[in-house]
């Protein structure tokens, strides 16, 4: 669908407009899968079928360029088949600076793109902090009082110190994020190529055959986790997400292996399995603006 | 009663793993040796449950729950705070006070190495 093949061993990876509903996480995912068979050799980017990108997209494609080389092989970005609008914005949001592209130094709506490598967990968490108090919520884009704000960045940095410590991606989380103030909303997406969740789960209590949805559901019970050496939970229970978006009539997905939950305010949360595998975990955070 | 302002090693953020680690080697240290602790929070905005996983969880290895809870004192810690150190406490005494839950979870992890050797 996505890939094309070249004479000595280069592929194109197309990649097609991208938004953020279920069946664009599924476009995702299948380019995740291209890249599996991709091993070793050169893949080029090309944006000409591509009308859009969502936050999620771009975090998400700075992750694959990421696991391409990895792999051994080269991921290149053909600038020139974008159009105006995405070109503009991967300037603005630091992507295309972050592959050797145009530097900007004006952000306008868009919440830098960031790649942290799994190094030393304490200086990651705290430049995430820094990263999420000042980009991402330290804008004036929401109305938020300083102790819902030290609530809402506390758990966002908990799902991070879990990507950091169970993740086991080998090339690191990739954030993005961006600002919608046509529809009054902040988005965040932040994405591993680690295990997943499910995976992590299923290893943990030796069930191979654990739905993927109730892997999740277990993840995000107070007081469970894989942690071996530290008893005590791991900051996610499903009581401090719902009120997570609760507090800023937010909405969160979670996508990981073949199972996603979904937290939305005045709703049951709910945990699926979903009809695509993906080897990792992607979180996409929104929430209300003012 | 051997006092400890938080603050003073981790500043307004209680989350690194370090701060946490060293914070609980004094603790550890004064309340084997009978002595009491205070934790003065004052200042303190953010926390992650690692923190007090690491730092007071760790206790209930090898201190007896009256005796943390008799010897150990925590002021100051704000409702964010007070949150996450309740669940990190609560998941420490189940897991190091409920002899049947240990072993339910420790043979899982066994397992688990023995399926990672």
Redesign the interface.
């Known amino acids: 669908m996505f890939i094309v093949l070249k004479p000595s061993m280069i592929v194109i990876l197309r990649i097609p407009t991208i938004n953020d509903y279920s069946s664009d996480f599924i476009k995702l995912f299948k380019l995740r899968e291209q890249v599996e068979k991709c091993k070793g050799i050169e893949v080029i980017f090309d944006f000409s079928k591509c009308g859009f990108l969502r936050q999620n997209a771009v975090a998400f494609i700075g992750g694959l360029a990421r696991l391409i080389n990895h792999y051994g092989g080269q991921a290149k970005f053909s600038w020139d088949t974008m159009q105006n609008n995405i070109r503009a914005n991967l300037v603005r949001n630091g992507f295309m600076a972050a592959f050797g592209g145009e530097v900007s130094g004006y952000f306008g709506n868009s919440i830098p793109y960031r790649q942290d490598i799994c190094g030393d967990i304490d200086d990651s968490i705290s430049d995430v902090m820094t990263y999420l108090d000042d980009q991402w919520l330290g804008r004036s884009w929401v109305n938020i009082d300083p102790f819902t704000k030290d609530e809402v960045v506390q758990t966002v940095l908990e799902l991070y110190r879990n990507a950091f410590e169970y993740g086991d991606s080998p090339v690191g989380i990739f954030t993005c994020g961006q600002h919608y103030p046509n529809i009054r909303q902040l988005k965040l997406s932040i994405v591993d190529f680690g295990i997943g969740i499910p995976h992590n789960i299923r290893l943990h209590l030796q069930k191979e055959s654990l739905l993927a949805s109730d892997a999740l559901q277990w993840a995000f019970q107070k007081g469970n986790t894989t942690r071996q050496c530290v008893p005590g939970g791991n900051g996610l229970d499903m009581v401090t997400l719902k009120r997570f978006v609760s507090n800023k009539k937010g909405r969160i997905n979670i996508y990981s292996n073949d199972g996603q939950i979904i937290i939305a305010p005045a709703k049951n949360e709910i945990y699926q399995s979903t009809p695509i595998f993906f080897k990792g975990t992607m979180i996409n955070i929104s929430i209300q603006c003012n | 009663m051997i006092y400890i302002r938080v603050y003073d090693l981790c500043h307004e953020?209680c989350?690194?793993?370090?701060h946490a680690t060293a914070l609980h080697e004094i603790i550890h240290a004064e309340l084997h040796a009978g002595r009491k602790v205070e934790l003065d929070f004052a200042g303190t905005?953010?926390?992650?449950?690692?923190f007090?996983?690491?730092a007071v969880?760790?206790l209930y290895r090898d201190i007896p729950a009256d005796v943390i809870e008799r010897s150990l004192k925590v002021t100051n810690l704000e409702?964010?705070g007070q949150r996450?150190y309740l669940?990190?406490i609560?998941?420490?005494k189940?897991?190091?006070n409920d002899s049947e839950y240990r072993k339910a979870?420790d043979s899982?992890?066994a397992?688990?190495?023995l399926?990672?050797a």
């Open positions: 953020n989350i690194a793993q370090k905005r953010r926390f992650l449950t690692i007090f996983n690491l969880g760790q409702d964010l996450v669940d990190a609560d998941s420490a189940l897991y190091y979870v899982v992890n397992e688990e190495e399926a990672c």
